[in-house]
């Protein structure tokens, strides 16, 4: 069965402490991973796409790396702003692959 | 620009109302979604439209119903809800509407039903 699976569920920093945030999924013929930030009570906002293992997409102070069979998304000195819930999603393998599998996210929460 | 926009912000409505959603977007993409979401939940995938043709229905309750009336505009009609249809609402779009690629949110519609 497909699955994605997030860890830790949430993370508290302090300003300027990096630290990476996990997702692992079991899909068979992986046809893209997704990371999405999300702000309480709004939409996602699309951060990054990764399509094979080895690839690494970076924005600002955040690295999304993937793996056969994982993928992380690492924070570098984070600021207060960076606190939000951080999602990932790949595409169900069966022939409707625009349905999206998330995980339950990672709630992130950066001190001053 | 990757912007999805969403109307009204909030919407409180009693269970024998009827109300509609919208959401709109200039981008070109060709495929768009209506979600729910739960509090601390992930979105829950509704409908899905292709080239304006309704591709996937995930089971929902006939009392959602949507509407895709051009590439830019989707809406979903609202009837009779039950007070567990509280949620937020979201709106995104694709490029394409064949192949996975990452969809774009809009900021949602906050729906009480009391």
């Known amino acids: 069965e497909d699955q994605v699976t997030q860890s830790p569920e949430a993370l508290r920093l302090q300003e300027g402490e990096s630290s990476s945030l996990n997702c692992s999924y079991t899909v068979s013929g992986l046809r893209g991973l997704f990371w999405y930030r999300q702000d309480p009570g709004k939409g996602p906002e699309f951060l990054f796409t990764?399509?094979?293992?080895?690839e690494e997409k970076e924005k600002e102070r955040l690295k999304a790396t993937l793996t056969k069979k994982e993928s992380f998304l690492h924070i570098t000195a984070p600021k207060p702003e960076d606190s939000a819930t951080y999602l990932c999603a790949v595409p169900h393998n069966a022939g409707n692959n625009r349905k999206l599998i998330w995980g339950l996210g990672t709630s992130l929460a950066v001190n001053p | 620009d990757t912007e999805v926009t969403q109307t009204p912000k909030h919407l409180v409505m009693g269970m024998t109302n009827k109300k509609s959603l919208k959401c709109e977007q200039h981008m070109g993409h060709r495929a768009m979604y209506w979600y729910k979401q739960k509090a601390k939940k992930p979105p829950e995938l509704m409908f899905v439209?292709?080239?304006?043709?309704?591709?996937i229905n995930e089971s929902v309750p006939s009392r959602f119903s949507p509407e895709c009336p051009n590439s830019s505009l989707l809406n979903l009609h609202l009837h009779a809800l039950q007070p567990e249809d509280s949620a937020l609402y979201l709106c995104?779009?694709?490029?394409?509407?064949?192949?996975?690629?990452?969809?774009?949110f809009g900021p949602g519609t906050r729906l009480t039903v009391t």
């Open positions: 990764l399509y094979s293992a080895g």
């Open positions: 995104a779009s694709s490029q394409s509407a064949l192949i996975a690629s990452e969809q774009y």
């Open positions: 439209y292709s080239y304006e043709k309704l591709s």
